[in-house]
């Protein structure tokens, strides 16, 4: 993914702690690394991307921490990217990241947290529905509490597009992921999480490019026993148009839910369907014993075939898995 960096001046009463030797009695001064990055993806955001950057810069400018806001725009196809140079000036706490052909907004994630600067890395949307304003909230949260290692905003209602499709669908997905996870989940897709970068590290090879890159983020922490608080939050109707496409991206979602239990924890998985088969098989070998004089049909011997042979793959898996963590 090729992409350019803008970097903005360091505003005068920013903290300085560090120093580079540049050459021969020459020494150059770099700012502290901020406790908190903003990562913000934009596509197409030209009509209010100037205000979601106030909103969540006042908030920040007034929490007390130091931070950055990572500005990540997805090859917009409007003027977001021209608006996002003509006031970098007036963000001192701004970086800006664009990209050269459009990556999704997993991807922008995905680069954001890699780049990122801060110990401690928020997620957010740009398109005006999540509160912003409380991102420190989830700041504090995570300091208040350092056996949590991500907090996620649950929203208490859907205001998004085509929310006929929007609310089943997100259900159905939540209750699969929380069977499959064993863990209850008030919302496994949220936009809007704070969590610690050092942890995050060895899942972002996971992220997918779209949508779903936060439903990975979640069940990989969960997957990997790192604890996920939920803080309720509101949601409010989109400003501009919406990406979301119920059908595809809902698809996406529980292939994604699946993906990582799968690489994570294949016996979750694999196991119940693999007894099933075989319940099913020597239920039937006892019908086939009783009504064709101790005869067995083929139907049922490939029953309990298939069941043995699901139970093999499952515990394979697991043995891939456990020697992955192991590395």
Known sequence: MSVSVVRASVSPGAPVLNRQQTGVGSVAEIPAAPYVTVVLPCYNEQDHIVRELE???AAMDASGYSYELLVIDDKSTDNTLALLRGVIHRFPKMRL????RNGGSGTARRIGTQDARGTIVVWTDADMT??????????????AHPDVDQVVGARTT???????????????????????SGMKIPDLNSGLRAFRRDISLPYLRLLPSGFSCVTTITMAFLSNQHPVDYIP?????????SKFHPFRDARRYILQVLRMVMYFDPIRVLMPIALWIMGLGFVKLVVDLVRYDLRVTTSTLLAILVGFQIVVLALIGDLV???RSDN
């Open 55 to 57: 909103r969540i810069t």
């Open 97 to 100: 990241i664009s990209f050269r």
């Open 130 to 143: 999540y509160p912003n304003e409380r991102i420190p909230e989830f700041v504090r949260h995570l300091d």
């Open 158 to 180: 859907e205001e998004g597009t085509h929310k006929w499709a929007r609310v089943p669908a997100k259900w159905f997905i939540r209750m699969i992921a929380q069977r499959l």
């Open 233 to 241: 939050i509101d949601y409010a109707k989109r400003s501009g148009k």
């Open 321 to 323: 898995a456990r020697s």
